[in-house]
DNA sequence: TTTCGATATGTGATGTTATTACATTAGTCA
DNA sequence: TGACTAATGTAATAACATCACATATCGAAA
């Protein structure tokens, strides 16, 4: 498969969900908006989550146990370094941004320090700038 | 209370449960290992946790859903930066550490963007060098 | 076209992590 | 003492995730 899927129903059921979503969502809520689908059991929706996870099509935010759909349209990948993301605690609105510095940083201590990178989070919790200035 | 605090017999337990691991422990792996000093209950730990986690003797492993004892003894905040973790996912083992030049690029986001951080997670999964090597 | 293997799906049960709600106990300080 | 706050005990429940097993779908090889 290429990085442009064919996605099967269940897949395009849960990413669409994700995609016409203002935030992210947990598995459970992605569940309960997808019972009219026909949608009855939590694997339906884990299952899907993990193969779109794969296509780089949507990611986790490991801090709040939710997912989103990937913000940069058309490119599902991030092959230039790692990505962060700013996450709204008031409004959930996520922002995706990419640092080639921080990334540089990373890779540095990997590298001095023998450590053989799997995946990286970076996550930033607080307050957008609409829900800040409130 | 100072960042030298007196803990009370649960936060000393959870604490010295921390302390002596060789990793990472789960809520409920430490629930276990303190049942013979009495801990029955799920919020006898998240309890002790909570406060230790504020007074920064411990860290949260967001992305295992573990806690740690902090690496850096006898100084228990970090007022000067963010910390990242390097998780080790065969051994288990976490080195912590703080980058200057990735906390202030994160500022440089933030503060550009107008968002707010009240706190940032960098956690690094992989292998570490002894693991790798293998 | 039949057979086979790989992928996808359906479903119930179970495992793991975290919080709510309420009662009780222990220290602090007018 | 009485009033207040912090800490604790306990059961129940909520929230998040996986296991185990059965069934279905699809494409390639024979
Ligand atoms: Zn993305
Ligand atoms: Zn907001
Ligand atoms: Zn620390
Ligand atoms: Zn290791």
Known sequence: MTSTQEL??????????LARADGPLSA???LDQLRGD??????QVYR???KLLDYGMIHRLESINA????????????SHGMIAFAICEKC???SEFSDDVITG??????????FKQSKTTIEIRGLCATCGAA
């Open 8 to 17: 099967t129903k269940n897949q395009s059921l849960v990413f669409n969900a």
């Open 28 to 30: 459970y809520t992605i």
């Open 38 to 43: 026909g949608f009855r059991a939590p694997l």
């Open 48 to 50: 899907a989550l993990d």
């Open 67 to 78: 997912f989103v759909a990937c913000s940069h349209p058309h490119s599902h990948n991030h």
């Open 92 to 94: 959930g609105q996520v």
């Open 105 to 114: 940083r990373v890779r540095e201590w990997t590298n001095s320090n023998g």
